[in-house]
């Protein structure tokens, strides 16, 4: 419903200015060295796309049925009108550090827009329960399942060593001394993400004579009201909205936190970056999972729920390559996301203390959070996805009210910065022009 209001007041902006976001997305910063919006956008990235993108999609179709790919996609789209409004209130609330850089985020708007700082504390302790907590487990959990499909995979060890691996190599990195790893996944991560494109438009170029047929079943699951309403809680309509939400985080408040970082001339440049980031996840990786299986020839049930799923349907079509390749993505996926969803707990855990904590207490909060690396691998599939289902609604409920009720500058941005381009100009926000003067700390 938010992402329907929010659709309307931008006058669809998700869908308009897409040409624009691109052209945003290759500016440089206003200062050398500063985050780009590109940087900003790589950041958030790196926890939109990962496990859900592969696992997410393939237990959404399931245990929801194929219907639930449409139902993604509607949630994508309007979602994306949600994460442009709630990326530009981060950007036009943001904070400035000494040396000039910015940092913001949801708990920053509430603070400042709304004057309840307890309001803003609370969610900053939502984002480290969802983050640090349900989605490092359910990564971690997802990624040690896909070696489950191969002859050395024992239950009873495997999981333990994997999820052993996985902490030691996150602890690593958020520790400061893997920084040469994390430049490694950061190079492999999109190039894995374009092979992950090229491989599924080969499985669809091999049955494109299935692929009429699977669109008619994905519409007739999506629109079967009566199955929807007599099981809503497990329909292809909740199990869609879940994991798409699960997937490219839309509203929840959570890439505004990197949003707020990007250091440009005007909010709404980064608001249609993070716009652009959720189609990107969404509608191109998220569908690049689901036509891979959907076309496979292998069909969906309870039981193959999640990686089996997947494992299966590549290697019925690709064989071994494909059982190898969809375990090498997981894996660099997954790694990437727990240090992107890291990433946001440090900056919630600043505005709790109001200040940056101490040495001490951060390498005690890291270790905790790599404990958690391991107790979701060992953990059962039901335990890791009912805990994100749950940390990720308590964002959601939290973040999407406010957003609501701080709609209004959003669009007035939004009103300048199209007026500045209409002109022909480089649009460069100042808060007096929509009625901010000196209610911010970074345009004035």
């Not at 200062?31 to 592969?54: H, P, W």
């Not at 696992?55 to 049925?65: D, S």
């Not at 900053?124 to 896909?146: D, E, K, P, R």
Request: hydrophobic content about 50%; glycine content about 10%.
């Amino acid at each position: 419903v938010a992402g329907v209001v929010f659709t309307l007041c931008t006058r669809f902006v998700q869908l308009r200015m897409v040409k624009e976001a691109f052209h945003v997305i290759r500016e440089k910063p206003k200062t050398e060295g500063a985050v780009s919006s590109f940087g900003a956008l790589m950041i958030s990235t790196a926890s939109r796309v990962g496990t859900g993108n592969i696992v997410g999609v393939a237990q959404a179709i399931c245990l929801g049925g194929v219907g639930a790919v449409f139902w993604r996609w509607f949630i994508a789209v309007f979602g994306g009108a949600s994460a442009f409004v709630e990326s530009t209130l981060a950007q036009i609330y943001k904070r400035k550090n000494p040396d000039g850089s910015s940092y913001g985020g949801p708990s920053y708007y509430m603070e400042t827009a709304l004057g309840q700082r307890w309001l803003g504390v609370l969610f900053a302790v939502f984002v480290i329960l969802t983050y640090a907590v349900g989605y490092n487990a359910l990564a971690s959990y997802n990624m040690q399942s896909t070696f489950a499909g191969f002859s050395f995979y024992d239950p009873a060890v495997t999981p333990a060593i994997m999820g052993l691996a996985l902490a030691v190599l996150f602890l690593v990195c958020i520790m400061g001394g893997g920084k040469r790893l994390s430049k490694v996944t950061g190079v492999m991560v999109p190039v894995m993400g374009v092979l992950y494109i090229l491989v599924a438009l080969v499985i669809v170029v091999m049955n494109i004579g299935r692929v009429p047929a699977m669109f008619g079943a994905i519409f007739a699951s999506a629109f079967d009201f009566k199955a929807i309403f007599g099981g809503f809680s497990g329909s292809c309509l909740m199990y869609g909205i879940k994991r798409g939400l699960y997937s490219n985080e839309a509203g929840m408040g959570s890439a505004p936190n990197a949003a707020a970082s990007a250091d440009v001339s005007h909010p709404v440049k980064q608001g249609l970056v993070q716009m652009l980031s959720v189609f990107l996840d969404t509608l191109l990786i998220c569908t690049a999972t689901a036509f891979m299986c959907l076309l496979s020839g292998v069909a969906p049930t309870g039981e193959l729920a999640g990686a089996p799923y997947v494992q299966a349907a590549l290697g019925n079509v690709l064989g071994g390559f494909g059982r190898v390749f969809i375990t090498v993505s997981m894996t660099l996926f997954a790694f990437t996301t727990l240090i992107g969803n890291y990433y946001y707990c440090e900056g919630c855990l600043r505005f709790i203390m109001k200040r940056q904590p101490s040495k001490k207490f951060m390498t005690g909060f890291r270790i905790a959070a790599s404990v958690i690396v391991f107790v979701g691998a060992v953990a059962s599939m039901s335990l890791v996805w009912n805990l994100a289902d749950v940390t990720q609604g308590l964002m959601v409920v939290t973040n999407i009210p406010v957003i609501l009720l701080l709609v209004k500058p959003a669009v007035a941005a939004l009103k300048d910065y199209q007026r500045q381009r209409q002109a022909g100009e480089n649009p460069v926000f100042r808060a007096a022009d929509i009625g901010l003067k000196e209610k911010t700390e970074f345009w004035n």
